[in-house]
């Protein structure tokens, strides 16, 4: 066996016995723990950031583009928002233990089904930093077993990070071994960790489209695939255009390198030479590239707007997560056509109307067949701490074990409870 074999499988070990143990917490010793790593880490805040900076630092000298640097980028309002989530965990009720559907049979017989966590939870990602705290915290309050692996731009917050969540969990009277950090950048060790099907009850990859690939090509145990968000905005005949304008912005400018931002702007012919020229001089103010086809093109360029990065759009700009300042843009004759387009290029992550007709809102509800569908409201909200879920393990865009973001309950399963009184089968 490599050295790097017995790293994971000493890792693994470690987290399965844990696993066994972690079922058996209170909610108060979890919420103790997920309340001490709040403060730890605003505590060990300079530490925290130092190690940031230097990762930030390595990527820029790496040629790292911007968009990719923000993912990466830690500061203190960042920080204390990363903690803030932990602390609403703290609040969330504890999914362990949950009895459902609970019932008495004709027999006599009890039967129901026990919330119970899912095991070890291994968790292999890139770029975000706040990604090993929720992931980590999200398994705590579950019950859960975790053993992270993030990438190498980030290595040195990454380290310190698990290690101020270990230290501080370890502390309030969790399990030794809950949760275990992979310090190697060697990339071997993804394919060994996607060996261990006896360790670990779920692998879920969250970066980029090749990483996902290589996980659910070669994992021997099941995959929670999400997180690349190629995101529609239909803007429809019966859109109220300041309301249009105002979403379109936010869900394009908040933040762009997030898979959730808008990638893709259809408008209806009925109301593009209003709308368009409108979101145009919108995204100009906020550094956008527009990448149009021949009908959205002429209508902007006939406008003539100031500071606007304008192209014609090629074919496979319908379809691409940008991850940048840059939007493709299409005009539709009809919410049909607005169907078929998502249809064949959503990647299932989000996709929003703007309209005021209440049936093709439904509608739209309706066949758009996403994780999170909205009407009326920004790409920009599917977040589990946006939805009220303390914080995200992933964005799944699966149909299987769980869809759209995925927060406790989502990373917990059951098991049928029978209570009888000496009955026997005839």
Not at 87 to 109: F, H, K, Q, Y
Not at 248 to 263: M, V
Not at 284 to 309: F, N, T, V
Request: proline letters at 4%; aromatic letters at 4%.
């Amino acid at each position: 066996m490599t050295t790097i074999a017995q790293e994971l499988q000493t890792k693994g070990q470690a987290a399965r016995q844990a696993a066994r143990q972690l079922p058996r917490l209170s909610t108060e010793v979890k919420n103790r723990a997920l309340l001490s790593i709040a403060e730890a880490l605003l505590a060990r805040q300079e530490e925290i950031l130092a190690a940031n900076a230097e990762d930030c630092e390595a990527a820029k000298a790496a040629g790292i583009s911007a968009s990719v640097l923000d993912r990466l980028l830690l500061n203190p309002d960042r920080l204390a928002g990363v903690a803030d989530g932990v602390r609403s965990l703290a609040d969330l009720p504890d999914p362990v233990g949950e009895m459902i559907d609970m019932r008495t049979l004709p027999n006599g017989l009890i039967v129901g089904r026990r919330r119970v966590p899912l095991g070890v939870i291994a968790a292999i990602y890139e770029s975000r930093p706040n990604v090993t705290v929720d992931i980590a915290s999200l398994c705590l309050k579950s019950g859960n077993a975790c053993i992270l692996r993030g990438g190498k731009e980030v290595i040195r917050s990454n380290t310190v990070l698990a290690r101020v969540l270990r230290e501080a969990a370890t502390a309030a009277g969790v399990p030794e071994g809950a949760i275990q950090f992979i310090e190697s950048t060697d990339r071997a060790l993804v394919g060994e960790m996607l060996k261990m099907g006896g360790l670990i009850d779920l692998v879920v990859p969250r970066g980029s489209a090749q990483l996902i690939n290589f996980v659910a090509e070669n994992a021997r145990m099941p995959v929670l695939i999400g997180g690349t968000g190629v995101c529609h905005t239909y803007v429809d005949r019966a859109a109220d255009i300041d309301k249009g304008v105002r979403v379109a912005y936010n869900a394009k400018c908040r933040r762009y390198s997030i898979c959730n931002a808008l990638d893709t702007l259809l408008v209806h012919a009925d109301i593009a030479e209003a709308f368009l020229p409108a979101i145009a001089r919108q995204w100009a103010e906020g550094g956008i590239e527009m990448r149009c086809d021949r009908r959205s093109l002429a209508i902007i360029e006939a406008a003539q707007i100031g500071g606007l990065s304008l192209k014609p759009a090629q074919a496979d700009d319908f379809g691409k997560e940008f991850l940048a300042p840059i939007a493709a843009v299409r005009v539709v004759d009809s919410l049909d056509e607005a169907l078929d387009h998502i249809y064949e290029h959503s990647t299932g992550h989000s996709d929003a109307i703007i309209t005021e007709d209440y049936s093709v809102a439904m509608r739209f509800l309706d066949e758009v067949d996403t994780a999170v569908v909205y009407v009326n409201a920004s790409t920009q909200f599917t977040d589990g701490a946006q939805f009220g879920l303390g914080a995200e393990i992933i964005d799944s865009t699966q149909k299987t074990i769980a869809r759209g973001p995925v927060a406790l309950r989502e990373i917990t399963t059951y098991k049928w409870i029978v209570l009888g009184n000496g009955q026997t089968r005839p």
